[in-house]
């Protein structure tokens, strides 16, 4: 089944750099057909690196999280807005269906909880710890790759 | 002092805070203070400015700057890559490119001018542009866009991501990509990622002047209304070449007044400290550049696409050259000045920047292997400057024997509009704020003249779950009379 994983953040901002850091662990762990995309920020063209994939995983932080960390399913809403530059993950699944007009694929956020995200700042110890724990948890779902398992692994937020 | 900018009893007034509560270097907030029939005496745009770049950078490697400044801005890294890496040449002694090297910066920077120009309008402005700035809240936005419009949606999608691969074909990566090094370049360009962005940018340049066309009859359909928002009179700034023509990566200052009479002319950017200086003000951490031999009163002035197309006397390229008489029409002669008019600009920059790429990729050099200078005497002092998306940005350093970064002062073009944006958002409240019942439509107003800018209030860090917006109404004693909050689904 391919899996494209997207890990965005900015690891010069402490613990904002938790996807890219899980990323890396999965380019380490040489996964077989895996796309891995990373960048500071979800943006519009993100969508287009769905096209093709039968599964899809997001890696995030977030300050409002449950620690250690959030898994959910994810799916395409075009009522998401922001008043940044960014997008959220369910607007790049809207992106495909409107105006790519593609299905995105079955989509997962494990989101980490992360403390400290100023310029300059080291990963957080608490982080640290997380990303071990997310890492855990992130290896059994990459050796049963498979929607329904993921859906039964759901942390419930 | 400035209209609007400083109430005379700000202690019997309301104070309304516009405040987004997301990221970490980019937060800014507008504050307005009203008096009990909602006459507007005081707005401001304050922004906490990028807390603690200086320091990031000082104590590093300089060689290790380029690479490492991408990371200060999830927006526009290649701007602040390249800016870094002119300062670096100097440093580093190497005082002129090869050829094959400064084309590949090039390509590398109007890449990202055109994926930055088409995230911008297709992303940000046209929800409010095409969708209404008093349309739904929830549904103003790119997947409104793509609702209503699906093809110019989807052409902003194709436009990002072929500027995305032309950073990534020079750079090397899509993020921290290291093409530029002190001296040059560290990756030619193969002649298959060559021919694959050629077969490209014809469609890329016909989506672009759509673009452009679309902007203008937006503003031809109302033009009292598209002309006026948010105008005010101010000088200008931007490089030129040596012919006066509008360049992006390398050239002199020029600055004009605001009926487009010279300042001054070919400044080399290096001396930029003395024609330039920043002011400080109490209510704001950003600082307030200005025309030094002006003063800080009538000295300031705007940076960015409005600006850039009219301190130059042309643009070198022919379809983009074309829109901008057109565009300048409307000033019959002297400059144009309204906020609105930034977005037509800019995708008249992002054709440009469209032609440039297909002429540097038709050009031989850019296939080169030469891709090092020759290296002279090092220096301690380094300056780069470049037309960044948003703005003029400077990059200054000063280093030490043990080659470690000891100086570091960035001018960013944010901070080079700063009171720029603040009088388009005191136009913005004096026209449709003052005297009227405060609604979620009106806060648009006075973000849609701050977009205007696409200034970098948010770049390189996120977090799921933040307040984009928060709205307090405060009295005259400071007691909290009102929240409104618009959550991460956009309602009010």
């Known amino acids: ?157 | 002092m400035a209209f609007l900018e400083t109430a005379t009893s700000p202690e019997k007034l309301r104070r309304i805070a516009i405040d987004p509560l997301t990221r970490v270097e980019g937060h800014g907030k507008v504050t307005l203070l009203l008096d009990a029939e909602n006459k507007v005496h005081q707005v401001r745009l304050h922004i906490v400015e990028f807390r603690g770049f200086e320091v990031f950078i000082e104590g590093r490697p300089f060689w290790e700057v380029p690479v490492t400044v991408q990371r200060l801005c999830g927006i526009c890294p290649v701007s602040h890559h390249l800016a870094a890496v002119k300062a670096m040449d100097a440093i580093a002694g190497y005082r002129r490119l090869t050829p094959t090297a400064e084309k590949l910066r090039r390509l590398m920077h109007y890449g990202q001018i055109l994926q930055s120009h088409a995230v911008h309008f297709f992303h940000l402005a046209s929800p409010d542009l095409l969708l209404g700035f008093d349309s739904e809240p929830t549904r103003r936005n790119i997947v409104g866009v793509a609702a209503e419009y699906p093809d110019i949606a989807k052409q902003g999608v194709l436009l990002r991501k072929f500027g995305q691969e032309v950073i990534r074909h020079t750079s090397g990566k899509r993020i921290h990509g290291t093409g530029a090094i002190p001296g040059g370049v560290n990756k030619a360009l193969t002649k298959a990622e060559r021919d694959e962005m050629r077969a490209g940018i014809d469609e890329m340049i016909l989506w672009a002047r759509d673009a452009v066309r679309l902007v203008e009859k937006l503003h031809l359909s109302h033009p009292a209304f598209y002309n006026t928002f948010g105008e005010f009179r101010s000088n200008m700034m931007g490089l030129v070449d040596r012919h006066g023509a509008l360049d992006l990566y390398h050239g002199g200052l020029r600055a004009r007044d605001a009926d487009g009479g010279t300042i001054f002319d070919h400044v080399d950017y290096t001396t930029y400290q003395d024609v330039l200086q920043e002011e400080v003000k109490p209510w704001t951490y950003m600082k307030f550049p200005h025309i030094k031999a002006l003063g800080p009163e009538t000295g300031w002035y705007k940076v960015g696409p409005l600006a850039r197309v009219q301190v130059c006397a042309f643009i070198p390229s022919e379809l983009a050259e074309n829109e901008r008489k057109n565009l300048l029409a409307l000033g019959g002669g002297k400059p144009v000045h309204g906020a609105l008019l930034y977005h037509w600009a800019r995708m008249i920059e992002a054709l440009h920047a469209a032609e440039v790429i297909r002429d540097l990729l038709d050009d031989p050099d850019i296939l080169g292997t030469d891709l090092m200078a020759d290296k002279s005497e090092r220096q301690e002092e380094g300056i780069g400057v470049i037309e960044a998306p948003r703005g003029t940005l400077f990059h200054h350093y000063r280093v030490g024997d043990d080659d470690l970064v000891k100086f570091c002062r960035l001018i960013v073009s944010t901070t080079n509009n700063n009171q720029a944006m603040n009088e388009a958002i005191r136009a913005v409240a004096a026209e449709y704020v003052d005297g009227r019942v405060i609604t979620e439509g009106l806060m648009n107003h006075i973000e849609v003249a701050i977009r205007a800018y696409d200034p970098c209030l948010s770049c390189a860090t996120h977090a799921i779950g933040q307040m984009p917006l928060e709205v307090d109404l405060v009295d005259g004693d400071g007691a909290l009379v009102s929240r409104r909050r618009k959550n991460f689904s956009g309602a009010a």
């Open chain 1, 1 to 157: 089944m391919k899996l494209v994983v997207f890990g965005w953040g900015n690891s010069a901002r402490g613990d904002d750099g938790l996807g890219p850091l899980l990323l890396a662990r999965v380019a380490q762990a040489n996964w077989p057909d895996v796309t891995l995309i990373e960048d500071f920020q979800l943006q519009i063209e993100h969508a287009l690196d769905l096209q093709g994939s039968e599964l899809a995983l997001f890696l995030d932080a977030g300050r409002n999280t449950p620690a250690p960390f959030a898994f959910r399913e994810i799916h395409p809403r075009a009522d998401l807005t922001h008043t940044s530059h960014a997008l959220a993950p369910e607007s790049v699944l809207s992106i495909c269906e409107t105006p790519l007009g593609f299905k995105p694929p079955p989509s997962f956020l494990l989101c980490v909880r992360g403390d400290t995200f100023d310029l300059g700042a080291p990963l957080s110890a608490q982080g640290a710890r997380r990303l071990e724990q997310a890492w855990l948890f992130l290896r059994e779902l990459g050796a049963e790759r498979n929607p329904e398992v993921w859906r039964a692994r759901i942390t419930g937020i």
